[in-house]
């Protein structure tokens, strides 16, 4: 198997030649990470105010990191409705809801009139129990949402659908929610640097901030140059753990994929055509997709979990997160035995302990501000997140920058070691639980008490 996105390979012919920063400058924003928050907030802030001189440094290239490393599932935040309303109230959460789920419909359209093909397809995402201990795992959000006034936003299948859907009897029953829809992460992340590039934003890649001081202007020092900026927008997913205000907030754990070939052939066999992507209900979630071309896409989350917080060379190259990835991959597509694997990958995840997102400014500095936990579900809530940092960027007043997300008090992790040490506990255990229960096994009291102490998933389960 080749170690590398599928998604970033199938992009790398069409990259432009990167422009480092090799002279000092000065801008009235600086947005350091150009992944899909960074970049969605560059093209917001010029959309309202076009005259905004923006600079976007990314330490690599655009699109390259955790955005170009995920599932691709474009997703709204109704399974996390629950939270949202705990967090944030009953009006701001069902506004947040449904906003997400007007980007979703929102991104094809306004992709399509800007020439960006990112392989958009609204089939619906199937959440599913492939085990009799998970069946039912959705039933509270389902009833949450209805009671909201939101009950079309999910619609529960008959067993056989399910099977039927999914393209294997290993599915038992589950529901859809028939918005949501899959992008390719890397034509995402590249068609995203052309808009912003069109709007005048000036995008500096392979160029690192080393550092920032929070003076007024601040400035940021890189390899070769310093910036200069009124005002700074933290996008760096992961490596925000640098941020000593920040780092506790969130944990880096690993997330693998493995990738099949092309086959659409043994797809029309299975009955797996309509292009759902799909869920399943294990606490170490396991998520899968196919693509245009016809390849299986099977991804794996809550893997290794890394040391202070901030990724390592290992987080691209997760071996046992990747093996992992690979047996559930046969175990849920047996009739598939025969297919090789032909990539695998990982990356992390900024993981907060509610899966939401942390939005807001940095302690005693204004004009810095942040958006990172997206926890392995960014693809679509980055929109909403660009949106809400362009508001706070510019200072404004508005339902944008005024709601439940934005300062939040978030539960925050132990110091290391301890935070180490115990979540590398937390995690064994909910390997161990979900391999009892996917055997028809009860787990031990101790695992089912561990697993307690996990952060929630991207799922309000029961």
């Not at 008090?409 to 229960?437: H, I, S």
Request: proline content about 6%.
């Amino acid at each position: 198997m080749t170690s590398r996105s599928q998604w970033l390979a199938d992009v790398e012919s069409d990259l432009p030649p990167p422009a480092a920063l090799e002279r000092d400058l000065s801008v009235d924003v600086a947005i350091i990470g150009g992944g899909f928050v960074g970049l969605w907030t560059a093209i917001t802030l010029k959309e309202l105010e076009p005259g905004l001189r923006v600079a976007v440094l990314e330490r690599n290239r655009c699109g390259s990191g955790a955005s170009g490393l995920n599932g691709g599932f474009v997703m709204s935040w109704w399974p996390k409705i629950a939270s949202l309303v705990r967090i944030c109230g009953l009006e701001d959460a069902l506004w947040l809801a449904d906003e997400t789920t007007k980007a979703v419909n929102a991104l094809e359209p306004y992709l399509a009139a800007r020439a960006i093909d990112a392989e958009y397809r609204q089939s619906g995402w199937l959440w599913t129990a492939t085990t009799p201990a998970h069946v039912g795992a959705w039933n509270a959000v389902v009833e949450t949402a209805s009671r909201l006034g939101r009950e079309r936003i999910f619609s529960v299948l008959p067993a056989d659908e399910i099977a039927r859907r999914t393209g294997s009897s290993v599915h038992l029953a589950g529901v859809c929610e028939p918005i949501n829809a899959t992008v390719h992460p890397g034509k995402l992340g590249r068609g995203l640097a052309r808009i912003a590039a069109s709007l005048g934003v000036e995008l500096y890649e392979n160029t690192s901030a080393d550092g920032i001081e929070r003076s007024r202007p601040a400035t940021i020092r890189t390899p070769k140059a310093t910036v200069t900026a009124a005002r700074v927008v933290i996008a760096t997913n992961a490596w925000a753990a640098s941020l000593p205000e920040l780092k506790r907030k969130f944990v880096c754990v690993s997330s693998s994929i493995v990738a099949t070939p092309e086959i659409p052939e043994r797809l029309a066999a299975i009955g797996w055509t309509g292009g759902e992507s799909i869920s399943d209900s294990q606490a170490t979630v396991t998520y899968y997709r196919t693509t245009r071309g016809g390849r299986i896409i099977f991804g794996k989350g809550g893997g290794r979990l890394y040391y202070t917080g901030e990724p390592v060379d290992a987080v691209f190259n997760e071996t046992s997160g990747i093996a992992e990835s690979a047996a559930d991959f046969r175990r849920v597509y047996p009739m598939l035995a025969d297919i090789p694997l032909e990539r695998c990958w990982s990356g992390p995840i900024d993981r907060t302990y509610d899966s939401l997102p942390l939005l807001g400014h940095l302690g005693g500095a204004p004009h810095l501000v942040y958006g990172i936990g997206w926890s392995g579900n960014g693809v679509n809530p980055s929109r909403i997140g660009g949106r809400i940092l362009a508001g706070l960027v510019l200072e404004r007043q508005e339902r944008w920058t005024q709601n439940g997300l934005i300062d939040r008090m978030a539960r925050r992790f132990p110091p290391e070691p301890l935070r180490y040490l115990g979540g590398g506990l937390v995690r064994g255990a909910m390997f161990r639980k979900d391999r009892c229960e996917l055997a028809d096994k009860p787990p031990s009291w101790l695992d089912k008490k561990l697993v307690t102490l996990a952060p929630s998933g991207l799922e309000d389960k029961h």
